[in-house]
């Protein structure tokens, strides 16, 4: 089991350049990645992304990746930009009549106007952009796995607190028949005390109205399916590879096997027990999505 919450930093250098990798990761419902290069490598985004996309299969992932020549860097002057900039200027006096000389600080300073020489991307630097890629997701990979394992003891720790409370809904359900006559033969006996009748009460009819109310309150069937899915859960949670939407899945079964038994049931102990497997469950989601 792996989280999706990680990080990752991978370094390369050459002779006269570095490559620093970082890669962040958050929960997300697919993979989603977003990369930040400079313009120098827009180019190599397609491959950055397929790299990435098979070693991950969930999550945001943010990457940021930038190369920083070590050698002596020559600059480029952007004509166009100067160009259109000082014609401007100009046209600017004669409309204005304004006075002035034009002082090529002020043209340095226009954003754009001197450029690092485009050396081009070679081979090496191709190498090394891959190799930092590597480096930063076995970090990455590393730290997912060990954030995996300790919601793995999480998930385990909540999901044994849900099967402790089962035979306690379990039990109190065996007994609810027993309790539904007495209750009943006692609600009749003061219904028919209070009238003033003397009446014996039919053991048939009241069998057949106990059958009645134990059937609409039996939660058998909800039970044994909670079983099953509990089951299923630490299945999932030792399975291989991918299992956060399995996961979150069966979360969702357990919430409605636990909402049917509270509707069913009036019992005290059961709807108490009903209610602590909804918590449970609530806190097994919020931890869940973050398992990829």
Do not use: C, W
């Given at each position: 089991?792996?989280?999706?919450?990680?990080?990752?930093?991978?370094?390369?250098?050459?002779?006269?350049?570095?490559?620093?990798?970082?890669?962040?990761?958050?929960?997300?419902?697919f993979l989603d990645i977003h990369l930040r290069v400079g313009a120098e490598l827009s180019s190599l985004e397609p491959a950055i992304k397929r790299r990435i996309n098979s070693r991950l299969s969930r999550g945001r992932v943010d990457v940021t990746i930038s190369l920083e020549r070590t050698a002596q860097v020559a600059y480029e002057l952007n004509r166009p930009l100067i160009a259109g900039y000082i014609s401007a200027l100009r046209e600017m006096q004669r409309e204005f009549d304004i006075e002035g000389v034009l002082d090529i600080n002020v043209l340095a300073r226009i954003p754009g106007a001197l450029q690092p020489a485009r050396n081009g991307i070679d081979e090496r630097i191709v190498a090394a952009i891959e190799q930092a890629v590597d480096q930063g997701l076995d970090e990455l990979e590393k730290m997912r796995q060990q954030e995996g394992e300790a919601l793995r003891a999480e998930l385990r720790e909540r999901l044994q607190k849900i099967e402790a409370l089962v035979p306690t809904i379990e039990q109190s359900a065996a007994g609810l028949a027993e309790a539904y006559r007495l209750r009943l033969?006692?609600?009749?006996?003061?219904l028919l005390n209070r009238a003033g009748q003397l009446v014996e009460i039919d053991p048939a009819r009241l069998a057949q109205e106990v059958a009645y109310l134990a059937d609409r309150s039996d939660v058998s069937e909800e039970m044994v399916r909670l079983r099953s899915h509990l089951s299923q859960f630490q299945e999932a949670l030792d399975a291989p590879g991918e299992t956060g939407k399995m996961l979150d899945f069966l979360l969702q079964e357990l919430n409605r096997e636990a909402n049917t038994t509270l509707s069913k049931s009036t019992d005290l102990a059961i709807k108490e027990a009903g209610l602590a497997i909804k918590a449970e469950v609530e806190k097994l989601r919020e931890q869940v999505q973050n398992v990829e």
């Amino acid at each position: 089991m792996k989280s999706m919450t990680g990080y990752g930093r991978g370094s390369i250098s050459g002779d006269d350049f570095t490559v620093s990798v970082d890669l962040k990761t958050v929960n997300n419902r697919f993979l989603d990645i977003h990369l930040r290069v400079g313009a120098e490598l827009s180019s190599l985004e397609p491959a950055i992304k397929r790299r990435i996309n098979s070693r991950l299969s969930r999550g945001r992932v943010d990457v940021t990746i930038s190369l920083e020549r070590t050698a002596q860097v020559a600059y480029e002057l952007n004509r166009p930009l100067i160009a259109g900039y000082i014609s401007a200027l100009r046209e600017m006096q004669r409309e204005f009549d304004i006075e002035g000389v034009l002082d090529i600080n002020v043209l340095a300073r226009i954003p754009g106007a001197l450029q690092p020489a485009r050396n081009g991307i070679d081979e090496r630097i191709v190498a090394a952009i891959e190799q930092a890629v590597d480096q930063g997701l076995d970090e990455l990979e590393k730290m997912r796995q060990q954030e995996g394992e300790a919601l793995r003891a999480e998930l385990r720790e909540r999901l044994q607190k849900i099967e402790a409370l089962v035979p306690t809904i379990e039990q109190s359900a065996a007994g609810l028949a027993e309790a539904y006559r007495l209750r009943l033969q006692k609600r009749i006996g003061e219904l028919l005390n209070r009238a003033g009748q003397l009446v014996e009460i039919d053991p048939a009819r009241l069998a057949q109205e106990v059958a009645y109310l134990a059937d609409r309150s039996d939660v058998s069937e909800e039970m044994v399916r909670l079983r099953s899915h509990l089951s299923q859960f630490q299945e999932a949670l030792d399975a291989p590879g991918e299992t956060g939407k399995m996961l979150d899945f069966l979360l969702q079964e357990l919430n409605r096997e636990a909402n049917t038994t509270l509707s069913k049931s009036t019992d005290l102990a059961i709807k108490e027990a009903g209610l602590a497997i909804k918590a449970e469950v609530e806190k097994l989601r919020e931890q869940v999505q973050n398992v990829e």
